[in-house]
């Protein structure tokens, strides 16, 4: 077994607990189980991409390659971009990413898929000393006025009339947003954009021309986003679910946000599978679809596919043997899309009709 990787900051120590909990889901889910799907010996693939998505291919990989002698999967975390732009040109065998490919891409590229592997969501963190396990209420509008440098004290107006009876600070907002291409940066900005008119102009996507926002500070992955919090009290970013216990535990306050309906929830399994119910009926064969915004009362409002993009054509055939039994190991429900994997990164598992949708795309992997 052989498991290599690569990532600075916070994911360092995410690492050591990442080890422990593997370990405790391949007991949860049976250690005879993983050997129902065959190996081929000798075979190096690497994943790289989303930060979100790093934690959870460091849950499934050391129960997985453990029962492929031979086989090593080098998992990076490198931001969506890189795992988009890094699939398509052969460096990785797997993007992860939090973004679908953009239509121009999959043009280009008619040969790449996206392919999701499971459900995640985002959510919307603070550094506000003081305020103890309150959760702000805080909508688009807000949000997309904070992040182009109209809001910039907390105890603006517009964030007191969402937050009655909450005693907020006369400081100044410090906004954090990310640097790299993320798929992070691409359905915070959906989210802004499907429910702030004022942010359509400015529209979404992995990298965006951020507003000049005083106090902005740029930085990279989920793991430099939390850490930025963590060291600039009064400031304010987007992390995805799969570091819900790294802001804990750095004492970042959750914000529940406003969805479609008008009312302020925070994302939990419950409400991040009902927004997936009300949308993902809507997945189309290749699987290209936002689930930001989802109509009904219980739905969280950033919700959305984590991806493995592939090339359908590989240039060899054992590796695409390899890549094909892995990722249908990953959408299992005995397997990969367990609870004792899922649970760990508050992730939730395909629907069955989804689930079929990605087991179709992967089985179309295969020799060039």
């Not at 009290?233 to 750095?250: D, E, H, L, M, R």
């Not at 240039?315 to 990722?327: N, S, Y």
Request: aromatic share 8%; proline share 7%.
């Amino acid at each position: 077994m052989a498991i290599k990787h690569s990532h600075p900051g916070i994911a360092s120590s995410f690492r050591g607990r990442v080890a422990l909990s593997a370990i405790a889901a391949a007991a949860a889910v049976g250690a005879g189980a993983f050997m129902c799907v065959p190996a081929f010996a000798g075979q190096q693939m690497i994943e790289t991409g989303s930060s979100l998505l790093y934690p959870l291919f460091n849950l499934w990989i050391p129960p997985y390659v453990k029962a492929h002698a031979g086989l090593e999967i080098t998992p990076q975390s490198t931001g969506s971009g890189t795992g988009i732009s890094q699939a398509i040109d052969g460096t990785a065998q797997i993007g992860g990413s939090d973004a679908y490919l953009s239509p121009a891409l999959a043009k280009q590229h008619g040969t790449i898929m996206n392919i999701p592997l499971a459900i995640s969501s985002q959510m919307v963190n603070y550094n506000l000393p003081g305020l103890g396990k309150t959760h702000l209420n805080l909508n688009g509008p807000v949000l997309a006025s904070i992040f182009q440098g109209k809001i910039v004290a907390w105890n603006d107006e517009a964030i007191a009339k969402l937050n009655p009876g909450v005693k907020l600070p006369n400081k100044k907002i410090v906004t954090i947003h990310r640097t790299d291409g993320s798929g992070d940066t691409f359905i915070f900005t959906q989210y802004l954009t499907a429910s702030a008119p004022e942010w359509k102009s400015l529209g979404y996507g992995t990298t965006i021309s951020w507003p000049s926002a005083p106090n902005a500070i740029g930085a990279v992955g989920n793991p430099g986003v939390v850490d930025a919090m963590k060291n600039a009290p009064y400031s304010i970013g987007y992390v995805g679910i799969s570091f819900k216990a790294v802001t804990q535990s750095n004492a970042l306050g959750e914000a529940a946000l406003e969805n479609q309906a008008g009312k302020f929830v925070l994302s939990t399994a419950e409400s991040v599978m009902a927004a997936a119910d009300a949308l993902s009926g809507k997945t189309p064969a290749d699987e290209s679809l936002s689930l930001i915004f989802a109509p009904g009362d219980k739905s969280y409002p950033i919700v959305n596919y984590e991806y493995a993009i592939v090339d359908a054509k590989q240039p060899d055939a054992a590796m695409g043997r390899e890549i094909k039994a892995f990722l249908s190991w990953t959408i299992m429900p005995e397997h990969g899309s367990a609870a004792g994997f899922l649970d760990q990164v508050s992730f939730v598992a395909l629907p069955p009709s989804v689930e079929k949708l990605s087991q179709t795309q992967i089985d179309k992997i295969g020799q060039d």
